[in-house]
């Protein structure tokens, strides 16, 4: 079995924008700012690839890394629940070879339409997104994956490029509004944009990726 493709329109999609503004409205989050696509500015981008690179590999005993990550988690948790009850969004884990669609153009039409999304397992465990769900048998990781594809990607129908990522990590799209609304938040942000575009800069994307 092959990637999943399916309709490869990157249009905006009003259903995902418009339960995005709904779940930040009840958890009192700020309105988030749709239409924005920012363009790269690479020498930012290669000090941000830089600053990643020079991070440890392992923070997990920092008590204010923990902190980030805790909350973190309780986000991904509620976005996770909130696009299979409130929005009927299937997630489904992809267990073939390979990533589960050719481009993002493909999983933005899955999302519009079938309300599904595959995302990708794999990768060194996260030392601090790594705890099982009892239930699914999913790590908050492979959540963290899902949703940032949809609340981020699908709902502007953003690239996975890295202007895509940029203006994830920007702080206008819609996955930034929902998952940084404190400094904390920004810290792991961050840290996914750094090793993003560490690997389209610097290393191989796959490579970069494993390690979140």
């Given amino acids: 079995m092959g990637r999943h493709t399916a309709n490869t329109s990157r249009q905006p999609n009003e259903f995902v924008r418009e339960a ?84 993002s153009g493909d999983m933005c039409g899955d999302v519009r339409s079938h ?8 990768g060194d465990p996260h030392p601090l997104l790594g705890r099982l769900d009892p239930a699914t048998g999913l790590s908050l990781n492979d959540k963290f994956r899902a949703i940032h594809d949809l609340f ?20 206008t799209a819609t996955c930034s509004a929902l998952m940084r609304k404190k400094l904390r938040q920004r810290k792991h942000a961050g840290k996914i ?8 800069i610097t290393i191989p994307l796959a490579i970069t990726l494993a390690g979140l």
């Fill in 115 to 122: 309300h599904r999304l595959y995302y990708f397992q794999g």
């Fill in 152 to 171: 981020g990607h699908a709902a502007e129908g953003y690239g996975f490029g890295p202007r895509g990522e940029e203006t994830l990590g920007s702080g």
């Fill in 20 to 103: 995005a503004q709904a779940y930040n409205k009840a958890y009192g989050f700020r309105r988030i700012t749709e239409g924005v696509y920012v363009a790269v500015d690479e020498s930012r981008a290669r000090r941000i690839a830089e600053v990643y690179e020079s991070l440890p590999d392992d923070d997990s005993r920092n008590p204010v890394v923990r902190k980030a990550y805790e909350q973190l988690a309780d986000e991904i948790e509620r976005q996770w629940n909130f696009a299979i009850v409130a929005m009927g969004i299937t997630f489904e884990p992809w267990r073939c070879e390979g990533q589960p669609y050719a481009n």
């Fill in 193 to 200: 944009v750094g090793s993003i575009l560490a690997g389209i």
